[in-house]
């Protein structure tokens, strides 16, 4: 099964490169949130752009989502799947090529975003280096395997489009990646306790702003690992070759009981948990090393002594 699951990464990696669609998620877009987000609030900052770094490498990452499910059901329609069926090779086998060859494909984005922000931006630090490698592998296996489940469940590539479009824009927008999570409402604030998104871009972002070791990022790897066990058990268990193959009762409460990991972890921040407490730290610090906006003084006011009083 090993050699199987290796031949066929390396497939579908090959497959992925002359995609259009892979080039512009994996590579184009996180690149884009990059500059975007450096150019409009790290200018002038450096120690902002290593807070910025980590919500970029999330984004990066929860792009294994959106590629997965796609390609998946394209190789469903087209009858690849049936081929490889007779083969015979497993589904264990074929998702976890998925899984492997998108975390090959991701990594070289990540080491490019990371010489961008060192070399053209001039952050001040690489961060704990250790920890990010543990929570992007996790992450980006956890999110290709949360892809694989959304692309055993879906019939068409239409049906698949919609779903991906919705769950994607939920991690996006409910992580903090995009928006501080400090700075919505308070009910959208414990919403977010109860994504996978949020563990994953709050802890690349306090591995790259406070060197956070391993051990201080423990609740955030626990989280990812528990939810890419469960996921891929549950794609595998739903897994279909063909268009035709229905979905049992049975095998629809399993693609239910990938959330119970986070709705536990969600209850247990919202009671008892500081994450929203350490989030407000991290946003006061990007606030005190912001730059300040110069005072300026007319020209009449800096060269010109006040007139005199006519009354003196």
């Known amino acids: 099964m090993v ?4 031949t066929l990464s390396l497939m579908r990696m090959k497959l992925a490169l002359r995609s259009r669609m892979f080039v512009f998620f994996s590579v184009a877009m996180p690149l884009g949130f990059l500059f975007l987000a450096v150019l409009f609030f790290g200018q002038n900052n450096p120690m902002s752009v290593a807070y910025l770094l980590g919500a970029v490498l999330a984004i990066t990452v929860m792009g294994s989502f959106f590629g997965m499910s796609m390609q998946l059901v394209t190789f469903r329609e087209q009858g690849i799947l049936r081929r490889f069926r007779l083969a015979p090779i497993g589904p264990g086998a074929m998702l ?19 010489l961008i922000c060192r070399y053209v931006f001039h952050m001040a630090t690489w961060g ?9 592998t996790l992450g980006a296996a956890a999110f290709s395997a949360l892809g694989l489940i959304i692309a055993s469940v879906t019939n068409d590539m239409q049906e698949t489009t919609v ?13 903090g990646a995009t928006f501080p999570i400090i700075i919505m409402p308070g009910w959208v604030q414990k919403l977010t306790l109860f ?17 956070a070791t391993p051990h201080e990022v423990v609740e955030d790897v626990i989280a990812l690992l528990v939810s890419l066990i469960l996921a891929f058990e549950i794609s595998r268990r739903v897994f279909r070759w063909e268009p ?20 536990l972890l969600g209850g247990w921040e919202v009671t008892r948990g500081e994450r929203l407490k350490e989030l407000q730290r991290d946003f006061q610090i990007m606030e005190q090393y912001a730059p300040q906006p110069k005072q300026f003084q007319t020209p009449a006011a800096e060269h010109h002594p006040p007139a005199p009083s006519p009354h003196k």
């Open 128 to 136: 704990n280096l250790v920890a990010v490698f543990f929570l992007i």
């Open 244 to 263: 035709e193959e229905k979905i049992n009762r049975k095998a629809k409460l399993w693609v239910l009981a990938s959330v119970i990991p986070f709705l």
């Open 195 to 211: 994504s996978p998104a949020t563990y994953l871009a709050s802890g690349l972002e306090n591995a790259m702003l406070h060197m």
């Open 163 to 175: 779903i991906d479009n919705i769950v994607w824009s939920a991690f996006l927008f409910l992580s």
């Open 3 to 6: 050699n199987q699951t290796w």
């Open 96 to 114: 976890g090529s998925s899984i492997i060859s998108n975390y090959l494909l991701v990594l070289p984005t990540v080491v490019l975003e990371f």
